[in-house]
């Protein structure tokens, strides 16, 4: 089992910055790919970022790239997405997810993340 809590959503303007953490917890972190998806009201869930077990490898939606940036500190159990000139269509609600299953490569399928985080809200005003 993995526990997984995000932080550090909020309200920012447009062209504004967020930093995005989620802390795991209950199995050994360092060993799985994690990612980052969102999803806006009436909208599907959607991928985001993914980084690879080690940090050597990341993973990009179109929509974000150049923007966002994910990262990974095995040590603290703790992956970031760092989100800068944000628009107002980044709003939703943020979610990290684990790969537990799969063997650390970086993945956008959201059907091979395993276990998810309760979600953080990104709200980007014009």
């Known amino acids: 089992q993995v526990q997984l809590v995000e932080s550090g959503g909020g309200l920012v303007q447009a062209g504004g910055s967020l930093r995005l953490s989620c802390a795991a917890s209950g199995r050994t972190f360092s060993r799985y790919a994690m990612g980052w998806f969102r999803q806006a009201p009436g909208k599907e869930r959607e991928f985001v970022a993914a980084?690879?077990?080690?940090?050597?490898?990341?993973y990009y939606a179109d929509s974000v790239k150049g923007r966002f940036t994910i990262s990974r500190d095995n040590a603290k159990n703790t992956v970031y997405l760092q989100m800068n000139s944000l628009k107002p269509e980044d709003t939703a609600v943020y979610y990290c997810a684990v790969d537990a299953s799969g063997d650390g490569r970086a993945t956008p399928r959201r059907y091979e993340y395993d276990y998810w985080g309760q979600g953080t809200q990104v709200t980007v005003s014009s």
């Open positions: 980084i690879n077990w080690s940090g050597g490898s990341t």
